[in-house]
């Protein structure tokens, strides 16, 4: 488990609250700052609901206060009580920050693999759709 000064703690976030789950094309170094309602203007695509679902349930939280080392991120939004929110998605470390709850969380390891594959699939039909 990849872990920055401080302990994981039990999940906080009620996933199941969430729906209209999309991931963005966005390729340069300042994605981690646009604010959720910018996102729009972003070539996106639909991820599947019930798969976000089975793999952020699975997430751990980190111990508040406790930061990461971003080095890449996919970038995705969903809506929680009909308000839009945005969660940064390491391309690596099985990591997220979920800009709603302010809060990281981290997939177990014996998860990554199927998260990472489903994440990339679904990017690589934004770049097919772009041929």
């Given at each position: ?12 976030t ?39 679902h ?11 206060g ?66």
């Open positions: 488990m990849l872990m920055l000064n401080g302990r994981a703690s039990a999940q906080t009620d996933w199941q609250q969430t729906s209209h789950w999309k991931i963005y094309k966005i390729h340069h170094s300042g994605s981690l700052r646009l604010p959720v309602d910018s996102l729009q203007s972003f070539k996106h695509i639909g991820l599947n609901k019930d798969t976000m089975y793999y952020l349930q699975k997430m751990i939280a980190w111990s508040r406790k930061t990461a080392v971003w080095l890449g991120a996919f970038i995705a939004s969903y809506e929680r009580d009909q308000n839009p929110a945005k969660l940064d998605i390491s391309v690596y470390g099985g990591f997220i920050f979920d800009e709603y709850s302010k809060q990281y969380f981290e997939l177990p390891e014996p998860y990554r693999a199927g998260w990472l594959e489903f994440l990339n699939r679904t990017m690589d039909r934004i770049e097919t759709n772009d041929q």
